[in-house]
């Protein structure tokens, strides 16, 4: 029972256009969310999350948005650059250990 | 300041061995996490230490997975003995503290034939 999903298994847009990721989860009890950004060879790193009392996150050219009646959320980057070219993973947590959640991951290519 | 430090970064075994993968967590961090991320899917988290005491180990299978975390610093995940769906990323991450953020080491690649 996947929990986290992450529909779209990749992505393509060229640079300096918006990017967007979309992630569902089915679990009520999560009430912490964040991206991950996964380089290859390497481990993911923290990018940016979105508590549950929130419906909208922003740090520089990332915003994430939280839809929780739909059980949602969406990672916007703007403008793309192909440095964001990456695996995006969406994760979320809930319960007393925080305990993460991941999905699938979505491949980001930004096209010069 | 050093990230989570692993190794070895790939290993290739044959089924029914056994292997040992090590981490070093960032200096100062309580909470260490191992997961296994099987090619096309996200990590899945296997074990989370708090110090040296075990959080969560729901998911290790532990009929041949065991891990460790002597004197609440290093830790030592091992796979005995292996099997081909063991195949996979094994990361390692470590946190300031149970809900702070996590810092992912490079992670290990462990090929089973």
């Known amino acids: 029972d996947q929990q986290v999903k992450q529909n779209s298994p990749s992505l393509s847009v060229q640079e300096g256009r918006i990017s967007i990721l979309n992630c569902d989860y089915t679990n009520s009890m999560f009430d912490y969310f964040l991206w991950y950004k996964k380089y290859p060879a390497e481990g993911p790193t923290f990018l940016i999350s979105i508590s549950s009392i929130k419906d909208k996150n922003e740090d520089g050219r990332f915003t994430v948005f939280l839809n929780k009646s739909a059980k949602h959320l969406s990672l916007h980057i703007v403008p793309s650059q192909p440095g964001d070219s990456a695996v995006y993973f969406c994760?979320?947590?809930?319960?007393?250990?925080?305990?993460?959640?991941f999905g699938k991951g979505t491949l980001l290519t930004v096209n010069p | 300041e050093a990230g989570v430090a692993q190794s070895p970064r790939y290993k290739i075994i044959e089924k029914r061995q056994s292997v040992a993968f090590w981490c070093n967590p960032i200096?100062?961090?309580?909470?260490l996490y191992w997961y296994q991320q099987i090619l096309g899917q996200g990590p899945k988290l296997l074990i989370q230490?708090?110090?040296?005491?075990?959080?969560?180990d729901s998911q290790l299978p532990k009929d041949r997975f065991s891990a460790e975390r002597l004197k609440g610093v290093d830790s030592t995940l091992k796979i005995q003995p292996a099997k081909l769906e063991d195949s996979a990323v094994y990361l390692c991450?470590?946190?300031?503290?149970?809900?702070?953020?996590?810092?992912f080491g490079p992670g290990t690649r462990l090929t089973v034939t």
């Open positions: 994760a979320a947590s809930g319960g007393s250990n925080y305990k993460l959640t």
């Open positions: 200096s100062g961090h309580a909470t």
């Open positions: 991450a470590s946190s300031g503290g149970v809900g702070e953020e996590q810092y």
């Open positions: 230490f708090q110090n040296n005491g075990v959080v969560d």
